[in-house]
């Protein structure tokens, strides 16, 4: 493998080779011990696997049930109204209806992030406006001032992944709510929380109850990741019902497969050994946390997820490490250079048992310190690194120190949603995100949560948020006048002066055509119109 091992990365459209991909170079059948995909290693039980192989034969010979039948009993089991809920094949396959149906011309997201909520609208010609998370206050999500960038570029939709990937920075509940409500004018809010069942900051951080009583609010989950199953491709939406079936009505008939069905039918029987593993898998969080962080230079950022972000010593180079991890020891880690707002100099370790996490550690300590005592891969720039980290924002963080918004000097501000500044076909030399603070202590875990539980009693309609306990959330802006409505942005068009995907990955495009006026506020325009607890409008 070792000499094919540059190819298999520079040759996938994904961040890494698949596992299949992986097994075959191999040459042994075997693939390599996988600190990659962020996959619940504990479940499902080897007794769960058993059962499957015993019936595979019929899984894979039958059709599947209709989506409404499997998706009727996991809401039985979650607790959910049907009306509420659209499941997909995987949730990238939910993002792709979220971006065709609900993003019209602009979106805005903190990175480095999941890359389809980057690339998906992109790709179909929206305006990504991408707010950058500083690795000095440890990557963690300032909602106040997301608001404020928010409110600057004139987004109409927002996107917040808690907790985010990939480096598991978690937000509080409270805080959500009330961002949601701050956001109540937006065309659309989606709170992704495909990895919130690892947490354990709070005993109950979703807000999916909350997302069900406004009409702009979606919250993602997915079952691969914490199920242990990324090949079977199924995650699940929440939303009022009036978007919840809008998503629901564009997916085919049988979108999910006769595996995603047979294992939703298992979770009945398995929910106490569902529970175990996700306390298990917090432990060994803490654990991994705690050798990884014994190794000089390294740096271990907190996380809420199933998974660890780190920055190498200074002077490794992440594609180098990679390399060598996967050729020498067996190894496979996820190098973040390809992710926009992060570099190579940082990678994503999941959460593994410990006999694996301390093969891991040894194979880290013969990369990046051979046997001198020091970082033995190659600096940065000496012709082995081919790293694609988007020098368009990263120009932007050097050149705003992570504000967001680029000042012209001695000029005005930019208007709200004229785009962020062509990128230079060099990044300014000197420039990069600034030195990390001394990393958090990793949060002590609290009692783990009951499968399937979600809350019984009703949920209260939500309050208005006093101004002494609010964030300094900006106010939404008037409503533009019915002329100045524009038709939601022509497909391949980058929206109102914004950037292409070639643009923003430091490639050169056409100029944006003229013309494109801004959508107009849609949704809720204050407190005193959501519905309440019942399902009514309260009087304005």
């Not at 998706?71 to 997909?88: F, K």
Request: proline share 11%; hydrophobic share 40%; aromatic share 6%.
């Amino acid at each position: 493998m070792a000499g094919n091992v540059t190819s298999l990365f520079r040759g996938t459209t994904a961040h890494s080779p698949s596992m299949a991909a992986l097994t075959r170079e191999g040459g042994d059948g075997t693939g390599p011990v996988d600190f990659c995909v962020p996959c619940n290693p504990y479940f499902p039980t080897p007794a769960m696997f058993e059962e499957m192989a015993a019936r595979l034969r019929e899984i894979v010979t039958y059709y599947p049930s209709g989506a409404d039948t499997i998706t009727a009993e996991l809401c039985d089991l979650l607790r959910l109204p049907p009306s509420c809920v659209a499941m997909g094949n995987g949730s990238t396959e939910l993002i792709t209806w979220i971006d065709h149906l609900l993003v019209r011309e602009s979106l805005a997201v903190p990175v480095p992030t999941f890359g389809r909520w980057t690339d998906q609208p992109m790709e179909t010609g929206k305006r990504v406006d991408m707010f950058p998370l500083q690795e000095a206050s440890g990557f963690a999500l300032d909602l106040g001032r997301y608001a404020e960038f928010i409110r600057a570029r004139g987004t109409r939709v927002a996107v917040v992944c808690n907790p985010n990937n990939p480096d598991g920075g978690f937000l509080r509940k409270q805080q959500l709510v009330q961002f949601m409500d701050a956001m109540a004018d937006l065309d659309l809010v989606v709170i992704d929380e495909s990895f919130l069942e690892f947490a354990d900051a709070e005993t109950e951080p979703s807000v999916v109850q909350e997302a069900m009583l406004r009409p702009n609010v979606i919250v993602l989950r997915s079952l691969g990741k914490n199920f242990g199953l990324h090949g079977i491709r199924f995650g699940y939406l929440v939303a009022g019902p009036a978007l919840a079936g809008r998503v629901r009505s564009m997916l085919p008939r049988w979108n999910l497969n006769s595996f995603a069905e047979h294992v939703v039918f298992m979770l009945r029987e398995h929910g106490a050994e569902y529970a175990q593993s996700l306390t298990q898998v917090r432990r060994d969080r803490l654990e991994m946390a705690s050798h990884l962080s014994a190794l000089p230079g390294l740096t271990v950022y907190p996380s809420q997820g199933n998974f660890l972000f780190v920055r190498l010593p200074l002077g490794a180079e992440g594609t180098v490490v990679r390399d060598r991890m996967l050729t020498e020891h067996r190894i496979l880690v996820r190098e973040c250079g390809n992710k926009i707002g992060s570099s190579s100099r940082f990678l994503r370790l999941v959460v593994r048992p410990q006999v694996d996490v301390r093969r891991l550690v040894s194979g880290l300590e013969q990369v990046l310190y051979g046997s001198r005592g020091k970082a033995a891969v190659p600096e940065l720039g000496t012709g082995t690194s081919y790293s694609s980290g988007t020098a368009a924002v990263d120009r932007l963080v050097s050149e705003t120190n992570g504000a967001g918004l680029q000042l012209p000097t001695g000029g005005p501000a930019p208007a709200a949603g004229t785009g962020m500044p062509l990128p230079a076909a060099v990044a300014p030399a000197g420039g990069g995100m600034p030195m990390p603070a001394a990393p958090q202590p990793a949060p002590v875990p609290s009692a783990p949560q009951p499968a399937f539980v979600p809350p019984s009693a009703p949920v209260p309609a939500p309050a208005p948020v006093s101004a002494a306990v609010a964030p300094p959330f900006p106010a939404a802006p008037p409503a533009p006048p019915a002329s100045a409505a524009g038709a939601p942005t022509p497909p391949g068009v980058p929206a109102r002066g914004g950037l292409t995907a070639a643009q923003v990955r430091g490639m050169t495009a056409p100029a944006p055509p003229d013309g494109l006026t801004p959508a107009p506020a849609t949704g809720w325009p204050n407190a005193r119109s959501w519905p309440n607890a019942a399902g009514t409008v309260q009087a304005g």
